[in-house]
């Protein structure tokens, strides 16, 4: 007999992977649940470095002083943050609309990193308490039908996998997902501080050409 076969109940598990399904879907709206699941490829991915992305805009910044700053409509550009500045810089906007929209655009994408990381943190908070009330339900089974051998032995193993299934779920699942995601966003946050400085850098260069041939 398999031996991990003594830690398996079909009615624990569904207490409490039904119960933190429907707490999260109640709490969270079902798109962001869906990209709280897509996150979980990033988990095993080094925090971002923009190394080829500040190189890019040095790169972009030679072009501009060659050809001027129409010529950047034609350059490829991969990363949304760098393609809006650049878009910006072209239709002659001031470099303050162009930082403004740099620091939007980059506070809506850590924004939105870390409502995925808070999926993942309500579930480890919600999986416990969901192990606790399978337990409650188990001893309840139990003490209702003291009379019947047959169903004590059930109920107990119901009381006591739903509080391992829940703290499973919790502590060794969810939390260091969630954990891992907010280190993930910290650390781009950090790294997209470094595109700002160099594109607001050529905003203000390009500006008073892009005024003149206008």
Do not use: C
Request: aromatic letters at 4%; proline letters at 6%.
């Amino acid at each position: 007999m398999n031996p991990l076969a003594t830690f398996a109940d079909s009615v624990a598990a569904a207490i409490v992977l039904g119960g933190v399904a429907v707490a999260s879907l109640v709490r969270f709206p079902p798109g962001l649940m869906i990209r709280a699941i897509g996150a979980l490829r990033v988990l095993g991915r080094r925090a971002p470095r923009l190394d080829a992305e500040v190189e890019q805009i040095a790169a972009l910044g030679r072009i501009a002083r060659k050809h001027g700053a129409m010529a950047l409509d034609r350059s490829v550009i991969d990363d949304p943050d760098i393609a809006l500045a650049v878009r910006l810089i072209v239709d002659g906007e001031p470099p303050e609309a162009v930082e403004a929209a740099i620091l939007r655009a980059r506070d809506a994408r850590i924004e939105r990193h870390l409502a995925v990381a808070e999926v993942w943190a309500s579930i480890a908070e919600a999986a416990p308490a969901f192990g606790l009330i399978g337990t409650i339900i188990g001893l309840v089974r139990m003490f209702t039908a003291m009379q019947d051998p047959a169903v004590i032995g059930p109920s107990m193993a119901v009381a006591l996998l739903a509080t391992l299934y829940g703290a499973l779920l919790g502590n060794l699942i969810a939390q260091p997902i969630a954990g891992r995601l907010r280190r993930l966003a910290r650390a781009e946050a950090f790294e997209r501080e470094r595109l700002a400085a160099p594109l607001l850098a050529l905003a203000r260069r390009e500006r008073p050409r892009a005024g003149m041939a206008a």
